[in-house]
Structure formats: structure tokens, C-alpha cells
């Protein structure tokens, strides 16, 4: 549909649109044609037109760079932030960085752009902006506020000036206000000390947890004699934060990440894509519970009525195992548990297994003496197999994200399938060894 | 143990400790005595001593302020920022937040205090800084600076300083650098405008959304009104998020939070406790298929390869719903899905749930047919269970969340034991019926 604007419509269109916020803005134009979209932008103050092209998501922006003429191309790319560009870059096909990159980035900039293209995807280095001042320790005050005044840096990116050494290791930083309160001292004077620093090959996963432990404002990234290299707002710490997230939920219910992406406008192909090769898993390990409910065939032909209790037995083994594993997962991320207390974790989780299971054994036998369908062996059958299937898997699901973690597995990937199969297998295998002895005695 | 310390030992823990970061300082104090730990408040820095006392565990902060002669308490207290005091206060006891309010809390200090507590906890007031510079739109640059430097704030709480209307209705915001930049302007000229407040009374959720949402590093509270009462800093929003990601675990697993203790240092009889409800009720709530598979008895003894595949069936039911209330949990907390999308969902997840289960009869039809275990009648019965439970519990997953969410529960409450209790019973029910018709044919 094509619409017509008259001069006001234009004039109002674009105060508003220059008030908003460029979350909000690319938001709205998830919606428009391209038509629509490059009318905006030519409304767009240069500035804000970048900042939201940055926020657009990866088809919307290729379709922008497609149909922009050369200059506006070269205006839009000129405006990103080198970390923008760079994560721009990383969502365009190859013969679209090439020419972006050939005619609209040029000198030093190509330089740095190319050095932080070769940070792997997920590092530190990927995600960090070069736009930052430092000076040397000895620095004046004032000389560093003038520098301050005359530089062309965003204001967003001068609330902390670093401090390096002579050789530009990283001492730590100095807040902008304490500079201007204190003109006649040093920088040395006045520093801030780093309570850490992370290296631009690290993970970003690192960025969030430093972040969160210290409450920093700004994460300086150095290499690996301690040089500062770029800088992290926690900002972007937040959005990594979130992505772990979603990453721990999808290895734990086994939904791909889609954050990029609107649940209801995906294709129902994709969606079911996504979770297919979970379910299959889940089904083939399955397999191992069916072989072990077939060897013990004849006994639960001479006694239906174990079937009855097969499913209670199977999950509250895997919601014991599930809990131990969250538990020691949310410790081990925090780095209050590490894989040398594998047997301080074993001890605790038998513990409170014996505890938990003890009390489900109870309620569970008063649940089974009320409704009073089967006899006093089944009823023993069930208890005992409970208070052991409670308690291995406690211990189970307590150690295997340890060792997971040991490993460098991710361990929520483990907490999913694995704990569930496991807990599974030994439960059947528990309750039928107990029936075919407390049963036929 | 007593330990005494030479003239030379003192001098380098004092230097030692004095150049440590706050949180690490409080976490090696969680292993001393409080003497030791009083000789080190004795060598800290004022400024460091307070922010260490506000990042140790409740117990520390009440033994230090019994034990503290009053004048080192008044000392502590007085450094305390107002946010780091309230949270304090909200972990003593009674009688000590009395102590701590008549006598070291006085004037202008006493009264931003107690409305500060008057805020329900979890909301944003509770946990706003009010240590915040903030202009008249109209004002000139260069006044606002000399304030800057007059200011006895921290230069933290200076980075940004807030511009307000003549009624103090919150504008937005400027960049002490962009204020040193344009020495001739007014705040006006160089305002930064706000994609978002929010209000005091709101859920500290809301923070971590914005934050998340809008990449700000301060996040400005007001009353109903719009006018500026406080501000949140971005560090405390990744608090947050970390506090509402271990909620959703939480619930989602049945662990209590319990963030404040450590895993390994908690009692098992505390764990234990923490786990057991939930344990309990999915106990009970088993108890629902434990009754449809007695109801069924004679059936099964009839042909007890039936009890094969129950466990495989719950489970890629469980695992199917599990994926679509993940997936629409997610969505919901993005703000990407409501109540109102309840019936795409639904239509959503029918057809997403038709497809996968299409793929996973056709891999246990293949996997059944290599075992060969059992006839054609059961392998029908299991292939049409499995469809049709895998859309039903498709659906469950996907709507169950926007129920919750419209009446005001934490959707992943109900994530966890209602529809694996749902998923189940439909899946024992159908499978049932379904072998009923198909295998007397």
C-alpha cells in the first residue's frame, strides 16, 4: 500500500519520531514497508537514525543496506559505534560486509574493525567498544579535563577516564566529577582500583559475572599482559546476563534459542524444528525404561498393580534429581561450589535425601493406607523403592553438573536428558529387584 | 583462637586490605572471628570500612553492631549511603533498627530514611539511592557545574545529572561531559530525553525490564506525579535479574530461594525443608495416575506390554508441554505475547504439536519395529497415544502461562507440577482408551 504524505504530515511525523526511543522506533518498524522505513530515516537525525538502525533486527537491516543509495549507506555506517558496526557486520552476508566494508570504512577505522571481526563469536572481544580515553598515572587533572573538553567521544562513554602505566598496562579509572573537583592533583591521586579485568579472548559469559559480583558500571577488557584493549558497559552485561538465561532454560527444556525472534510470528515449521531433535532424544532414551519394564514382564503380570505406582516412582526421582541439580548449578555459578567438593555435595545430598525421602515414604504410606487398594507388600515395595530413588537421585543430580563443569560441559545441558534418563532407569530397576524380593516372600 | 600481630604485620594488612575490593573483603570475613574482623574495620578506610559492612551477610552486620563500641557504630553508619542504611535496617532485628534510629540517625537523614522504609519491600523504592544532583530545565550549564563541583556526593552519583521542570516533573537527563562540552548552554540545549521512567511503588521486576529494554545505566524512580524521588543504578538492576532468574528456577524446580546462604554451609534439615512441599505435592498429585492406571487394571493384565511404553509417553508428553510454556514464558516476560494472543497460540501450538508428533511416531514406529517386541496393535496404540499426546500437551504448555499471567500468578509457578500433572493424566487416559478400541478389534 502505498500512502502520501502533505508537508504538516511530514513537519509532525518527524518531531515525532525524533523524540523517540530507538528500541521503540526499530520496534515500530518491525511492521512497515521499506518505503515506510526509508522515509524515516531520512526524517531521522543522523545520530538517532544509527542508533536505531543498530537495534533493528538482522533481514530489516540487509533489506536497509540493499535499497539505501551509496551516500546514505555511507552516512548510516559512518554514525555506528564501532561495536554496532562490528555486530552489524557479524548479520550480513559475506558479499555485504565486503562491500561495506571496502567503501564505507576506511583508515584507522578499517583497522580497527577488522581486529575486532577476529575476536571469536561469544568473546569478550566481540562485544567490547574501543571508544574510551585513558591517561597515564601521572597525568595532571587538568590537563586531562581539557582533554576531556576537546574530545569527540560520545559523553556516554567519558563518565570514567582509565589510568594505565607507562606501558599502558590498566591501573584503574577516575570518575569525571572527581577530576573537576580536584584540579591541582594527579590522576594516581584520585584512582579508583579495578577489582578485575577481563581478557578480550575470554567468554563473554565472564562480562556477568564480574558485573555482578562487584557491581561495576564499566568492565575494562585488557590483553594478555594486562593492556587496556576496549571496554564493556554493564549496559551490555544486562542483554548477556539475559541471553545466559534463555540459554539455561533452552538446555534445560530443550527449546533452541529464538531471542532474535517473535515466538508468534515464526513459522510453526521452525518452531517445531526447534524442539524436534529434543524430543527424539528423550524418546530414545526412553527406550532404556521399556527394555527394563519388558524384563521384569512376568512379575508385573503376576502383579498388575505395581504399574500403578511406576509413574509417582519415576517423578518424584526426577524432581528430586532436578532440584540437587538446580541447586548445585545456581552454586556452581556463582563459584561457591567448585568440582574438588564432589564429596562434601555427595554427603549433603545423601543426607538430605535420606531426610526428603523418609517424609514422602510416610505420606506417601498414609496416601496408599487411605485409598487402601493393594496389600501391605506393595505397600512396603513402594516405600522402600522411594526412599532409595529419592535418595540416589539427590546424589546424582548433585554431582553430575560437578562433573559437567569439570569437563567444560555446559552443565544445564546435563540437567535436562541425562539426570531424567539416569533417575528413570534406576528407579525401575530399584522397584522391580525390591517386588521380585519382598513380593514373592 | 588469639592471634597477636606486630607493629610490621598490622602496617601491611592495613595496606593490604585497604587496597581490596569491597565484596572480596566481605567474603573473606565470612571465615574470621569478629575480632579479627573488628581489628580490620579498625585499619579501613571509612569509605571502604562502610561499603564492606554493606556487603556482608545479616549475621556479621548484627554481631559487628552489638560488639562495636556506639562512636565506631555512629562512624559506620553515618558512611553508609541511605540505600546501603535501609537495607541494612531491613535485616536487624527490631530492637537494633530502634538502636540504630534514635541514635545514629538524626535530622533531614532520619526522615529520608523512614520514608524510605515506609516503601513495600520488592519495590523500587525500597531500593532506589537518593543521592542524585538534579537542575531546572532553564539553567545554565555553566551554574550546574559549579554545583557539580560544590557537591559533596559520591562522583559516582554524578556521572549523570537529572533535569527537572519548575514543578520538579522529571525532563531527562545530561551528561556531566556534555555539560563541561557547551559551557554556554542550557540544560535544555543538551537534554538527553527518557525512553521510560518508573514509579516508586512499582515491583523492582519493572528495573531489570527497563534496564534490559533500553541499555540505561541509571534508571530514574518517580511519584505518580512524574517527579523525580530516586534513582536506580544499572548494577542494581543485574541484581535484580539475577534474584528474579534464581525466582523462576525456584519455581520451576521446587528449590526455595535461598541466594542469601551458602549451599554448602546450609543445614541439610534447612534443605531438606526447602524441598519437601513441592516434593509432597507432586506426590500427591500423582496420585491421579496412579488411579486411571487402577481403573484400568484388568485391561492391562490382559496385555502387559502395555506398561512399556507408559514412562516413554509421559514423558515426551511432559517434555512437549515443558517446551511450550518455556518457550511462551519467555515470550510473556518480553512482552511479546498476552491473554489477548491466547487463541493464535493455541492454533500455534495445535499445528506445531501435530508436526512434531508426526516426527516422533514416525521415529518410534521405526524404533519399535527394530525391537519387535511387540504386535502391530500396540505399536498402533503407542503411535496414536504419542500424537495426540504431544499436541494436547503443546497446547496445556502454551496456554496454561497466559491463564497464569491474567489472574495474577507467577506463570512459572505453574509451569512446574500442574501440567506435568495435567500432561499426564491425558496421556495415561488416552493411552488407555485408545488400546481399549484398538487391541480388542
Known sequence: ???????????????????????????????????????????????????????MDRDKKREIIERFSDDDVEELITELDEDELVDTLQELPANMVRRVMDEFVVGDRRKVINRLLGYPKDSVGSIMTVEFLSAKAGSNCETVLKRVIASDLDADKLEQIWVTDKSLVLLGYVYLAD??????????????PLPGSIEATDDQEIVA??????????????????RLLGIVPVEDAIDIMHEEYEEDLSNIH??????????????????????????IICLITATMTGFIIQRYESLLASSVALAAYIPMLMDSGGNAGTQSSTTVIRA???GKVHFKNIFAVMSKELKVGLITGS??????????????AHGLSISLTVSATLLLTVTLSKIIGGILPLIADKVHVDPTVMAGPIITTLVDTFALLIYFEVATHLINL
Not at 179 to 192: A, N, Q, V, Y
Not at 209 to 226: M, N, W
Request: aromatic share 8%; glycine share 2%.
Open 179 to 192: 577530576i573537576l573537583r580536584s584540579p591541582d592533583k594527579t590522576m594516581e591521586d584520585i584512582l579508583e
Open 254 to 279: 530443550g527449546v533452541q534459542d529464538t531471542s532474535d525472534e517473535d515466538y508468534l510470528e515464526r513459522s510453526c515449521f521452525a518452531i517445531a524444528k526447534d524442539r524436534t531433535t529434543w524430543l
Open 359 to 372: 517424609i514422602l515414604v510416610v505420606v506417601n504410606f498414609i496416601r496408599m493406607t487411605i485409598i487402601g
Open 332 to 334: 556452581l555459578y556463582t
Open 209 to 226: 559475572k564480574i558485573a555482578y559480583r562487584y557491581d561495576l558500571s564499566e568492565i575494562p577488557v585488557t590483553d594478555s599482559e594486562g
Open 1 to 55: 500500500m502505498k500512502r502520501n504524505y502533505d508537508i504538516d504530515e511530514i513537519n509532525s511525523l518527524k518531531s515525532e519520531i525524533n523524540h523517540m526511543d530507538p528500541v521503540d522506533l526499530a520496534e515500530s518498524f518491525d511492521e512497515m514497508s521499506v518505503k515506510e522505513i526509508m522515509l524515516r530515516f531520512k526524517l531521522l537525525d543522523k545520530d538517532l537514525a544509527a542508533d536505531t538502525f543498530a537495534e
